[in-house]
């Protein structure tokens, strides 16, 4: 008997998690049938991704790209349909001729094709952190209502995930805490007192892994961590102390499960994202990831470090955030976006993200009681940005 093929939506397709998700897929055509792709605004990586790939679909969220992309599409014979607009993210995700969505668009962009995932119950691979950190409950209850499986596509909790048995109903009762494990990024050991000259290319430049440049830059401030340790809450239902931080310079264990009975149980690997996407793809079962094997004879040692709130100020927003009022997170990832792309374009300071994000965090009150609907979700969202911009402008040089 032939099992039929997963039809794949890849949202973010020519990112880095839309590339290593191709790869994956590409071992396995006897399981995994790629039916449509989204980009943002990159034609010339679409293009050669459509003609190799064949979807039914490929959207392209900025409405100039997709006609330039329709038009070069149609030139080379293709017959893959160009969608346009953030509207078309949303429709492919939600699509009866799709079975699992592949979320890899970076930033709360991704939110409104993750709740339409959830809601239409698919199998959802959720690589998004920033949907899950600004959606929070909501996008929990979508996943809930609409009987999506949740498989996490990030490492750590990815990793986590792996040490859970599949009955969700027994974590509570099995975990005391969580450990997050962190490379500490290219300045772990950089003197805090020159932070502030660093440039975008220095901190785009991971020890480990390779990965698109917001992200990077979030590893580098360990706000990525921050923002993990929020999804962790959402994903694992933890209680913001249930989940500690623990900085790992060789991101081999990719995080750990504290038992009730103080046994632990980690995941380890070769630092590579095909591992953690392979495991989405083919829950409960396991197939080929193309990664490297861990070779044990080679690891020199695995080393542990605290996390210095001198260095690393941004990580310890996480639980302020989540120990504020409800909202509070989609408010600091909100600030995040806007003073990351600031630092990117030379505008701002690396330090100065931190100033941005505390600032927009302790003078942006989310109203008492307010609803937390994804509407006033992304109303709150758009708030925290134009109270970030202009402390940007404030500080721009
Ligand atoms: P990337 O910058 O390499 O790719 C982002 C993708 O999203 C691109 O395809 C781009 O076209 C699309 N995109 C960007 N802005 C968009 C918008 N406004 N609307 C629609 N599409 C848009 O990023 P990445 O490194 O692949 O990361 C993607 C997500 O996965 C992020 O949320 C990141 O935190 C998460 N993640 C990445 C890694 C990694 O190793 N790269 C690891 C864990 C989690
Ligand atoms: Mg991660």
Request: proline share 5%; hydrophobic share 45%; net charge negative.
């Amino acid at each position: 008997m032939t099992i039929p093929r997963q039809r794949l939506a890849i949202l973010g397709a020519t990112g880095s998690i839309g590339t290593s998700t191709l790869d994956v897929a590409a071992r396995h055509p006897d399981r995994y049938e790629v039916v449509a792709l989204s980009a943002h605004q990159r034609v010339d990586d679409m293009l050669a991704l459509c003609l190799r790939w064949q979807p039914r679909w490929a959207a392209m969220s900025d409405e100039a790209a997709a006609a330039d992309l329709r038009q070069r599409l149609r030139g080379a014979g293709s017959r893959t349909e160009v969608l346009a607009g953030p509207a078309a993210l949303v429709e492919l995700a939600a699509h009866p001729e799709v079975d699992a969505v592949m979320a890899a668009i970076v930033g709360a962009a991704g939110l409104p094709s993750c709740m339409a995932a959830a809601r239409a119950g698919k199998r959802l691979l959720l690589a998004n952190k920033e949907a899950l950190v600004v959606g929070g409950a909501s996008f929990m209850a979508a996943v809930q209502a609409g009987g999506a499986t949740l498989l996490p596509i990030d490492s750590e909790h990815s990793a986590i995930f792996q040490c859970l048995p599949e009955d969700r109903r027994t974590w509570g009762q099995r975990i005391h805490h969580i450990v997050l494990t962190a490379s500490g990024g290219p300045f772990r050991q950089r003197d805090p007192a020159t932070l502030h000259d660093i440039t975008p290319d220095q901190a785009c430049a991971h020890p480990n892994w390779v990965m698109g440049r917001k992200i990077s830059v979030d590893s580098a401030t360990m706000m990525n961590k921050a923002l993990e340790v929020i999804e962790a809450r959402w994903l694992f239902d933890l209680t913001p102390e249930q989940v500690q931080v623990v900085i790992h310079p060789q991101s081999i264990i990719h995080s750990m499960v504290v038992c009730r009975d103080q046994s632990v149980l980690a995941q380890l690997g070769t630092p590579d994202m095909r591992v953690p996407i392979a495991y989405g793809l083919s829950f409960p079962e396991r197939i080929e990831s193309g990664a490297q094997a861990l070779d044990f004879l080679s690891l020199k040692a695995l080393t542990f470090e605290a996390p210095e709130r001198s260095r690393f100020p941004g990580l310890f927003l996480a639980w302020d955030a989540l120990n504020g009022p409800a909202g509070s997170t989609a408010v600091l990832n909100a600030a995040n976006e806007v003073a990351v792309e600031a630092f990117l374009a030379g505008r701002i300071r690396f330090t100065d993200i931190h100033t941005v994000n505390a600032a927009t965090l302790d003078t942006l009150r989310v109203p008492q009681g307010a609803d937390a609907s994804v509407e006033s979700l992304l109303a709150l969202d758009a708030q925290a940005r134009s109270h970030a911009t202009t402390r940007v402008q404030a500080l721009t040089r």
